[in-house]
């Protein structure tokens, strides 16, 4: 008899076996070469099954690697994350390499067309979902306007629309600020901008005041000045590029979907701008989710926020 029931319970947890999927979780960091060129990536979910995620993230030249939890702890219950660490960034610098190569917009978006390629194949899908912060929407925007047949949707929060225009928007707020609270420095200082930037210092004049108009403590710090001019040294060339493009015109017409998630306090880049280009889009499918209370840094400071509209607003289409 008991033969018998030991018979029947092996049966049974077969059966359940064959009919339950098996759920394997994924937690790496790879070395993955893309377009000859070694750079990190980081990929974590609980389910190596659910659809990819990659995040596109701002900078350019940021790195959020270390961040997987804090920042996608809970996208990866409902996706695989990917995040990356692109060329001259991250733990990527790491990486000696003997050619140095001159860092373009073109560059970087055949880069993530590559990577985008790479995942798809290793993880045998045929798209993904891409989620763009700031300059991360601008490989975004690349993908959706070249490859839409590669994207379930795109989720661009915060992006550069026309960040050359954004940044003249900028600036002229941040003066009629200066000449009503009769600030001398401050004026002295926007005065010199000119947009876009020429170099270095008048980026740092135009972020010192931003983000001391967004009442930051840090931005008059000489630490700040420091972490700007050295970050322009490397990217500035590149941002600037990248700032040029006018989506208005550049790409009227998108053939995936994508929702914007917009902070109403962000000046960096110019919320007003994302409302207009949203409202002429055309698109299969669109939304526009504005924040009323947050700035520039969604993925960071309204992180709970983030990651519960991603979910909203892809899941049920993946």
Known sequence: MLFLWCVLLANIT??????????????????????????????????EEKPILLYLNGGPGDSVLKQMDRMFGKLQTEFVVVLWDQRQSGQTTKIKTKNKVLLTQELFQQDTYALVQYLLKKFKKDKLTLVGHSYGTTLGFFMAKNHPELITNFIAVNPMVHQTESERLTLKVLLEKANSDRNTKAINELTQ?????????QLYYARKWLFDFDGKRFAKKKAFKKQVLSWAKIWLPLFKEASQDNLLVSAKKLDCPISFIIGKQDYQCNYALTEKYYNQLEAPEKQLIPLEKAGHLIPFQNNQEFQTLIIQNTVSKE
């Not at 999927?21 to 750079?39: A, G, H």
């Not at 901008?193 to 210092?201: A, L, T």
């Open 193 to 201: 901008v000119q947009i876009p930037f020429k170099n270095s210092e």
């Open 14 to 47: 077969y059966a359940l076996r064959a009919t339950t999927p098996f759920i394997q979780p994924i937690d790496t960091t790879e070395l993955v070469t893309i377009n000859n060129s070694k750079q990190y990536i980081r990929i974590k979910g609980n389910d």
